[in-house]
């Protein structure tokens, strides 16, 4: 534990926890150290809010894998509140942890049909099938889940995720799309956009893969990965036999003109060499995002 919680009171502390959950801070070590030096004595003297408590540090010790801790608890919990899926959720949790993931699936599934608008046990029953490599049941799962809950960015990011690892580029980009109606103002999706179509190839992709990298770029001048897609996507529409002369004169400038922006920012010259390389990685880089 940090040596600025040593002087603290337990009061202090509770204060401390409740603050970092008002402002969804996890601090999980700190939150599991101050609880086995402060709070873990005073527990009957937290009122009510020792099962607030009690969550933030199951939680916690979860996230440090501290599964002795986690299951202390998930038993308080479940001798408070028996019936509440909230504690269900938990202890599917802890199962999970142990790697019991069929009778993490069982708690959830029992759950889901108590509840079939809760999105939290969904989220984890996909997390659980994506941790056993069942990519292909994770992405149907994924995919009727976002049918009910069709606003939630985050799993429209992570079946875009999903669709990569299958390389299923047109799914991929179809999840951005959904993205880029969600937030049209964010620079790093129209990249990441862009950047599924440079890895799907062919002239109309090199297109559009430069007219999103463009976007991005107007979006943040400092967006020096959309700078190196662009330079990238124009030196390959230059190259191509399928592009015009007309549209070729556009491409050299635009890719000049995105080699004079990294010079700026880097200080150096780009070279035909560094292009090269650049095609190489561009691919793995958004795979890896």
């Known amino acids: ?9 337990w009061k202090e502390v509770r204060d401390m926890f409740r603050t970092w959950r008002e402002d969804s801070e996890r601090r999980s070590k700190d939150v599991v150290d101050l609880w086995e030096s402060k709070l873990m004595g005073k527990i009957d003297q937290l009122g009510n809010e020792k099962y607030l408590v009690l969550e933030q540090v199951c939680t916690a010790a979860l996230d440090c894998d501290r599964r002795s801790l986690a ?18 959720k938990y202890h599917a949790m802890h199962l999970e942890a142990l790697e019991m993931y069929d009778e993490a699936l ?15 046990p969904r989220k984890r029953r996909i997390a659980i099938l994506k941790a056993k490599g069942r990519i292909s049941e994770a992405i149907k799962e994924l995919t009727e889940y ?36 969600h937030n049209p103002h964010s620079h790093l999706i129209y990249q990441r956009y ?18 999103y990298f463009c976007q991005a ?13 662009l330079l990238l996507a124009t030196n390959n529409i230059a190259a191509s036999p399928k592009c015009p002369s007309s549209k070729k004169k556009d491409a050299i400038k635009l ?26 990685l561009l691919g793995q880089l958004q795979l890896e995002v």
């Open 71 to 88: 299951e202390y608890c998930i038993k308080i919990l479940k001798r408070e509140f028996p019936s509440s899926l909230r504690v269900h």
């Open 106 to 120: 069982e708690v959830l599934d029992s759950i889901i049909k108590r509840d079939e608008t809760n999105a939290a």
């Open 217 to 229: 770029v107007r979006l943040n001048p400092n967006n020096i990965r959309a700078l190196y897609g």
């Open 1 to 9: 534990m940090a040596d600025q919680y040593d002087n603290l009171s």
């Open 194 to 211: 862009a950047e599924i179509k440079y890895s799907q190839g062919g002239f109309e992709n090199m297109e559009l893969a430069k007219a």
């Open 146 to 181: 976002l049918k009910k809950f069709m606003s939630d960015q985050e799993a429209w990011h992570e079946l875009c995720d999903l669709y990569l690892q299958e390389q299923e580029y047109s799914k991929a980009a179809f999840c951005m799309e959904e993205l880029i109606l």
């Open 255 to 280: 890719c000049e003109w995105a080699a004079i922006q990294i010079e700026k920012h880097y200080g150096s010259k780009v070279s035909n060499e560094s292009i090269k390389t650049l095609e190489g």
